[in-house]
């Protein structure tokens, strides 16, 4: 299959590229600016920088590429961001789904939209695919105005929502929970860590998997994919700090009421799984095993 993956240089696109070209697809990797993959050593693979917010290169990009299948994980992604600059964030995760989403009609391409947790409320997750949406924060309503668009412009679309991703950062991307206790602990620094918040975290290697499986099996409609287990921040931190043998005694376990951040965030997420397992197979690692496969081999 043709795919196109945006967001390619972000923390998700990275490994989906990787792994959607090392399963031989064809793969167009968009990005903003200079591509940060080592696209030369992946077979089928090839880059080809845009603004998704500029709607005619979006359709340059998507009619010169011809995919069967768009995912599309571009976003801006960091809700204080958002919140500080809903303009900016309007543009990038609704407008440019609704570019994506015309060219994927024009094309009778199948659109795989990447979504969020953050579309629900947090009141009593872990939640379920139709389960009542309800955002408390701008980057959550972006999020959930573009799923809308998604399934209100396409017959053939699946949407993915993902909690909390972990993983190893490749170039260029941001810290993400593990490297961030991680990092924090090895310099010896002391953390505030929420224990008020639940999530069920998700290694970035299943959730590639998980999307690869929604476009081999040409499944669509919603699928809940993170990880199984229930946590909240502060748990996550003592698992890091257990498995490499930090001092935990340098983590703060505070309630997210004492951050005063500029978006709110839900206190209960997660997913409940069941439909991608039953459909699609997916089988999530533990937390602990995630680690163990971020660091395995590295010092
Ligand atoms: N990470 C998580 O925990 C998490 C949880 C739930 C859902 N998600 C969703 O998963 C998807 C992927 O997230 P991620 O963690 O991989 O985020 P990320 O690392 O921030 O990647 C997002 C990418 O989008 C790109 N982008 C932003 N604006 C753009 C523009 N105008 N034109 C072209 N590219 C643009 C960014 O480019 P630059 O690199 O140049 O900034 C970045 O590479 C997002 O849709 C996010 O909402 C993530």
Same mark, same amino acid.
């Given at each position: 299959m043709k795919i196109l993956v945006t967001g390619s240089n972000g923390l998700l696109g990275q490994y989906l590229v990787r792994d959607l070209a090392l399963a031989g697809h064809i793969v167009v990797a968009t990005g903003r600016g200079?591509?940060?993959?080592?696209? &030369?050593?992946?077979? &089928?693979a090839l880059y080809s920088e845009a603004d998704i917010t500029d709607e005619q290169a979006v359709w340059q990009l998507v009619s010169g590429a011809a995919? *069967? /299948?768009? /995912?599309?994980?571009?976003?801006?992604?960091q809700p204080d961001a958002c919140e500080l600059d809903k303009e900016a964030c309007y543009k990038t995760n609704v407008e440019a789904t609704r570019y994506f989403c015309k060219a994927a009609s024009a094309l009778g391409a199948k659109m795989v939209y990447i979504s969020t947790d953050?579309?629900?409320? &947090? *009141?009593?997750?872990?939640?379920?695919?139709d389960d009542i949406t309800g955002p408390v924060n701008y980057y959550g309503q972006s999020k959930l105005e573009a799923e809308e668009t998604v399934k209100n412009m396409l017959k053939d679309w699946a949407i993915v929502r993902t909690v909390l991703v972990y993983g190893n950062i490749l170039a260029g991307t941001r810290s993400n929970m593990v490297t961030w206790v991680k990092e924090n602990l090895e310099k010896g620094n002391s953390i505030k860590v929420v224990n008020d918040q639940i999530r069920t975290p998700t290694y970035i290697e299943d959730l590639s998997e998980g999307i690869k499986r929604i476009i081999e099996k040409n499944e669509s409609g919603i699928y809940h994919i993170s990880g199984k287990e229930v946590f909240t921040p502060y748990e996550m931190a003592l698992q890091v700090a257990d498995y490499f043998h930090?001092?935990?005694?340098l983590m703060e376990k505070v309630d997210a009421s004492v951050f005063t951040q500029p978006a709110k965030r839900p206190l209960k997420t997660g997913f409940i799984i069941e439909k991608a397992e039953a459909v699609l197979g997916y089988s999530p690692v533990s937390f602990k095993e995630g680690m163990k496969r971020m660091f395995e081999g590295k010092p």
């Open positions: 200079t591509c940060r993959l080592q696209i &030369g050593e992946l077979p &089928g995919p *069967d /299948v768009i /995912v599309h994980a571009a976003a801006m992604a953050f579309i629900f409320s &947090g *009141d009593n997750g872990p939640y379920k695919e930090l001092n935990k005694n």
